[in-house]
Each structure stands twice: as structure tokens, then as C-alpha cells.
């Protein structure tokens, strides 16, 4: 079992950025298979950066160019650097994780499907003028 906790959440105004960090007990089985969700309130929840298996980024169409996922394995951490914020970003965000050898990880209509089961506990992102 994997072990993921977020920090780095808060309140920014439209425009201003914020860099999401997910510190994991361990590295996974692949090395990647690692990503960020988030779940705004009455809506379900939605992958927005996720690295495959191969440690290729993936992104959602409503993030792709402002947002930027990386990881250390050194430590091992995944970080999510987002600029230019909106109204619409502001969300509860997830660090997700998958420890088997391979993961399903595909975008299809902007949208990512990623199969990943260890979840870390969130951190607040609001984004308000």
C-alpha cells in the first residue's frame, strides 16, 4: 500500500499560480503511474495530469498549457506546477497512484481515463477575485 500526501493547496486570485506537491512512502512498481484529480463540489471527479506507465504526461483539455505535472523519483514526489488559475480550478486535488507493473492511462475527448486505486487525502486549490 502506498502512502500519498498532498500539500501545497491554498486561495489565489484569477491569473496567479500555485505548485501542488505528493510526497509517496515509496516509489511504484513502474516508477510513474502517478497523477492529480480533482473533484469540485456537485461534480465528479476528473483526472487533469496523469504520467503513464512510460512516464509520458497526460493532460486534460481544460489544463493542457497552464498546468505541468512532474515527479522525483529520488524522494520520491509529483509535483503539479499550475499558472494562469481560473474560477473553474478551484477544486479539492487528489495525488492518485497505481503499484501493479503496468496502468491504463488514455485521453479521449480531452478527457483522461486513468485506472489508478491508491489515493492520497486532497488539498484545497480556491481561486477567487
Known amino acids: 500500500q502506498l502512502q500519498l500526501v498532498e500539500s501545497g493547496g491554498g486561495s489565489v486570485q484569477p491569473g496567479g499560480s500555485l505548485r501542488l506537491s505528493c510526497t509517496a512512502s515509496?516509489?511504484?512498481?513502474?516508477?510513474?503511474?502517478m497523477g492529480w484529480f480533482r473533484q469540485a463540489p456537485g461534480k465528479a471527479r476528473e483526472a487533469v495530469a496523469v504520467?503513464?506507465?512510460?512516464?509520458?504526461?497526460k493532460y486534460s483539455g481544460d489544463v493542457k498549457g497552464r498546468f505541468t505535472i512532474s515527479l522525483d523519483n529520488a524522494k520520491p514526489s509529483l509535483y503539479l506546477q499550475m499558472n494562469d488559475l481560473k474560477p473553474d480550478d478551484s477544486a479539492m486535488y487528489y495525488c492518485?497512484?497505481?503499484?501493479?507493473?503496468?496502468?491504463?492511462?488514455?485521453?479521449?475527448?480531452?478527457?483522461?481515463?486513468?485506472?489508478?486505486?491508491?489515493w492520497g487525502q486532497g488539498t484545497q486549490v480556491s481561486v477567487s477575485s
Open positions: 492518485a497512484a497505481e503499484d501493479k507493473t503496468w496502468c491504463f492511462v488514455m485521453v479521449l475527448n480531452g478527457r483522461i481515463r486513468a485506472d489508478l486505486d491508491q
Open positions: 504520467l503513464d506507465q512510460d512516464g509520458n504526461p
Open positions: 515509496r516509489r511504484t512498481r513502474t516508477g510513474y503511474c
